[in-house]
């Protein structure tokens, strides 16, 4: 028979155990995401043109997922694997209640899935394209792919009970774990890291200024063709929109876009670690950036505020790695990077600034004048909200200067185009490029797994903040995939973070 204090310790040592059960569980789940699982449609298994599209659907994605080449930027949508979406994408999902809009809704859903296959195609092992098309290859497979993706739409619509019902499913996952902040007693936990967020806040803010860094030695990039900026004024025009409100570009206007306000990025440097280049996959398949090719990559996307549509222009940039103090180090790793964004009102004025690592940490709102933040702002972990520059895009460079080794933007001032000569050149590419990158010299790899993290940039810190439900917080991850809080829920691409933010200064 067993004592008393016997039995206490047999408890608790049956509770530490399962404590550790839990608290080892959670390390293990702790790199796993949201990932855009394939989805079947409902005309798989059936005979005539139907039943082969909805079956080639089936056999394209499970190739896909086989070769772990899904593309995580975008979502699927259940029963129809001809479109895919993202969060600006589904906040139309209840203006879509007349036919022209909801076939605009549709175009631009299967535009996403279009997109992304076809870097999921680029990626497929020439085992796999061989066993889907073996007379036209990857060519073939694409073809096929959008021809069957039109017979399966033209069939999947006809009625308005399945309009209803798409508009009903249409969602996106968000990028925080629910398990997670269960099991690491989120009530308790967020409030030690909303201490830490505020501390972090008070210190950017005593080192931010609208002014050029003093006592740096630095590296400046600009854009790397000689241009005449007047010019890019008639270049870009007027814009047109589609029923659904959205900007409308020509690639001749985006060009033009995206050149005008590509930024300055300056850093201060003490090795190759602050050196701006190219992603690339090295030779033992491992990720690193060729700093012999300063890159800055491109991307649009939309966002709403007071009931219109705005034009955001992102510019990312990629560094070797954020180098360890120490082998203690939790924030150091493989891979660092700035997400710069140009949000434009209506008349293609910049109206608001951003800066976000490519982890979704450190996030920064910079508005301009015609902007006021607003006094009550509904997020758990309140954004970090500083000062623009007062610039001429047509005369001055926005200029990003970040610090070494940590890369945070300290800095944000107007810098006169004149000196562009003296600067170091880099390229402008499109995003997608890193979508599909040249993967041991005979294949093609994403830069981000299936679950849109890029492999080997996992953090130390992952171990203390997997509590708040973001997975593998300070990892590098896909756009689209950017929780930018540890404290509630909050997005890089929210499409109404903006009116939750500021209100306009007419």
């Known amino acids: 028979m067993k004592r008393p204090h016997e039995n206490d310790q047999v408890c608790r040592s049956t509770i530490v155990q399962v404590v550790l059960a839990v608290w080892l569980s959670a390390l293990l789940l702790s790199g796993c995401a949201t990932v855009p699982v394939p989805t079947r449609s409902e005309r798989a298994g059936q005979t005539g043109p139907l039943g082969r599209c909805g079956d080639f659907f089936s056999s394209l994605d499970r190739q896909t997922r086989s070769a772990a080449a899904i593309d995580a930027g975008v979502f699927r949508v259940k029963q129809y694997p001809y479109l895919r979406v993202n969060r600006f994408l589904v906040s139309f999902g209840s203006q879509a209640d007349h036919p022209a809009a909801f076939e605009q809704w549709l175009d631009r859903m299967q535009a996403l899935d279009q997109d992304a296959r076809q870097y999921e195609i680029a990626n497929l092992p020439d085992a796999a394209v061989e066993d889907l098309d073996p007379v036209n290859g990857r060519e073939g497979i694409y073809r096929r792919m959008a021809a069957c993706g039109d017979v399966l739409r033209q069939s999947d619509f006809k009625v308005d009970e399945s309009k209803q019902t798409l508009i009903e499913r249409v969602a996106v996952p968000d990028d925080y774990l629910l398990f997670r902040r269960v099991l690491g007693i989120y009530p308790l936990t967020s409030q030690i890291v909303s201490n830490g967020v505020s501390k972090w806040h008070a210190e950017a803010r005593q080192r931010f200024s609208n002014n050029p860094p003093v006592n ?73 950036v060729d ?21 955001q222009l992102n510019y990312i940039i990629w560094f070797p790695a954020r180098p360890k103090k120490s082998v203690t180090d939790i924030y150091g790793g493989l891979l660092d990077g700035v997400n710069y964004r140009v949000t434009l ?74 000196v562009e000569s003296k600067a170091v050149k880099y390229a402008l590419a499109d995003y997608g490029r890193l979508r599909s990158l040249s993967y041991l010299g005979v294949q093609r790899r994403s830069m981000f797994d299936p679950n849109g993290l890029a492999p080997g940039t996992e953090r130390l810190e992952r171990l ?37 933010m500021f209100e306009k200064i007419d």
């Open 216 to 288: 740096w030695q630095t590296i400046r990039y600009v854009p790397d063709r000689d241009i005449d900026w007047q010019t890019l004024r008639q270049r870009i025009g007027p814009t047109t929109r589609d029923v659904l409100g959205i900007p409308v570009y020509s690639q001749a206007q985006l060009k033009a876009l995206f050149r005008l306000y590509a930024p300055a990025w300056e850093v201060q440097i003490q090795a190759a670690h602050d050196r701006i280049g190219t992603p690339v996959w090295k030779d033992k398949g491992v990720l690193g």
């Open 291 to 311: 700093i012999r090719r300063p890159v800055t990559y491109t991307r649009l996307s939309f966002t709403r505020y007071q009931k219109q549509v705005l034009t």
């Open 464 to 500: 203390i903040l997997w509590p708040t439900g973001v997975v593998s917080p300070g990892a590098m991850r896909q756009w689209g995939r950017h929780a930018v809080a540890f404290v509630g829920r909050r997005h890089f691409d929210d499409p109404d973070y903006m009116d939750k």
């Open 345 to 418: 009102d209506p008349d293609g004025t910049p109206l608001l600034y951003e800066t976000v690592h490519n982890c979704g940490c450190y996030y920064k709102a910079y508005p301009t004048k015609r902007l006021r933040v607003r006094e009550n702002i509904p997020y758990a972990e309140p954004p970090l909200v500083l000062s623009a520059p007062d610039q001429d895009p047509f005369q001055h460079f926005v200029t990003l200067a970040m610090q070494t080794g940590t890369h945070y933007v300290q800095h944000i001032y107007p810098l006169s185009r004149d």
